[in-house]
T-cell receptor, first 112, second 108 residues
C-alpha cells in the first residue's frame, strides 16, 4: 500500500512571496489533515477535511493560508503572502476514520 | 483544549539501555498514538493505544485512560532509536493534539 505523498520536499522563498504544497493521501482515506510543525515543537493542526468538505479550520490563518481538496482526493495548501514565521515543516496526514493517522514525509519551508 | 505533556524533554542513553517515556493528558481521549520522528522528519506510527498494553519487538506501550497517562518503553536501545518521540491524542474530533516530544539520543 502506497503511503501519503507530498511535494515538494523542500522550498525556499522570500517573504511576501506565495507558495503551494500538494498532498496525495492513502487511497480510500476519506479524512485528510494538514499540520504545521515549527522547529522544536510538535505538529499543530491547520485544517481537517472529510472527503471534500472542511471539518475544522479554526487554527488556519485565513488571511494568508488557504486549502482545498477538490474531488475528495488530493489537496493543496497555499500561503500568500508568506511571512518569516511561516518557516516550518508542513505535514499531510490521512485516515480512514477508524484509528491510526498516517503521515507523509512533509514539506520543509524556509522563508527568508 | 486538551493539554498533552511529555517527559523527559531530552534523554541520552548508552546503546543497550532501557528507557521509559511518559505522556500525561488533561482530558478523556478517544485515541492515543505514539510516533517516532526520525532524523529526516518522517513521523512513523508506533502504537495506536487508547487503553491497555501493546508490544512490538523492543517497544511496548501502556495507557491508563482512567488516570490520563501513557508510557512508552524502549528496551535494549539501539542507535537507530534516536529521534523524537511524540505522543498525540484525539478527543473525538479525529484531529490529533501532539505533545512537545521527547528527544532521544542513543550513543554507541
Amino acid at each position: 500500500e502506497a503511503g501519503v505523498a507530498q511535494s515538494p520536499r523542500y522550498k525556499i522563498i522570500e517573504k511576501r512571496q506565495s507558495v503551494a504544497f500538494w498532498c496525495n493521501p492513502i487511497s480510500g482515506h476519506a479524512t485528510l489533515y494538514w499540520y504545521q510543525q515549527i522547529l522544536g515543537q510538535g505538529p499543530k493542526l491547520l485544517i481537517q477535511f472529510q472527503n471534500n468538505g472542511v471539518v475544522d479550520d479554526s487554527q488556519l490563518p485565513k488571511d494568508r493560508f488557504s486549502a482545498e481538496r477538490l474531488k475528495g482526493v488530493d489537496s493543496t495548501l497555499k500561503i500568500q503572502p508568506a511571512k518569516l514565521e511561516d518557516s516550518a515543516v508542513y505535514l499531510c496526514a490521512s485516515g480512514n476514520g477508524l484509528e491510526t493517522q498516517y503521515f507523509g514525509p512533509g514539506t520543509r519551508l524556509l522563508v527568508l | 483544549g486538551i493539554q498533552v505533556e511529555q517527559s523527559p524533554p531530552d534523554l541520552i542513553l548508552q546503546e543497550g539501555a532501557n528507557s521509559t517515556l511518559r505522556c500525561n493528558f488533561s482530558d478523556s481521549v478517544n485515541n492515543l498514538q505514539w510516533f517516532h520522528q526520525n532524523p529526516w522528519g518522517q513521523l512513523i506510527n508506533l502504537f495506536y493505544i487508547p487503553s491497555g498494553t501493546k508490544q512490538n519487538g523492543r517497544l511496548s506501550a501502556t495507557t491508563v485512560a482512567t488516570e490520563r497517562y501513557s508510557l512508552l518503553y524502549i528496551s535494549s536501545s539501539q542507535t537507530t532509536d534516536s529521534g523524537v518521540y511524540f505522543c498525540a491524542v484525539d478527543t473525538g474530533r479525529r484531529a490529533l493534539t501532539f505533545g512537545s516530544g521527547t528527544r532521544l539520543q542513543v550513543q554507541p
